[in-house]
């Protein structure tokens, strides 16, 4: 069963954008918490957007300004529109909820390119 599938990820000139789609299977959507991820070759994975609750959302210090998280809990879809794209944005970008992070369940990720 796949649980997590991310899309919407390409190669992209800095300044661009790209909105990445997230749907989650049933057992693993969870409106406590959905975040988004990268991980760029050779460094960790880190937190870049997250929301929870009624809505409030956060973010990683390095995307401020320039990204933005979403959600349908209806259809179970989580959504991050991504503007003024950097070259230091390259990453496969994850999506998860705390429940898929807690079980260590992960999609395939999408790969985001940001160059010229």
């Known amino acids: 069963q796949v649980h997590l599938e991310e899309s919407g990820g390409g190669l992209v000139q800095p300044g661009g954008s790209l909105r990445l789609s997230c749907a989650a299977s049933q057992s693993i959507f969870s409106v406590r918490s959905m975040g988004w991820y990268r991980q760029a070759p050779g460094k960790e994975r880190e937190l870049v957007a997250r929301i929870v609750g009624g809505g409030t959302t956060d973010y990683a210090d390095s995307v401020k300004g320039r990204f933005s998280i979403s959600r349908n809990i209806v259809g179970r879809m989580v959504y991050l529109q991504m503007n003024s794209l950097k070259p230091e944005d390259t990453a496969v970008y994850y999506c998860?909820?705390?429940?898929?992070?807690?079980?260590?369940?992960w999609g395939q990720g999408t790969q985001v390119t940001v160059s010229s």
């Open positions: 998860n909820s705390d429940l898929g992070f807690t079980k260590g369940v």
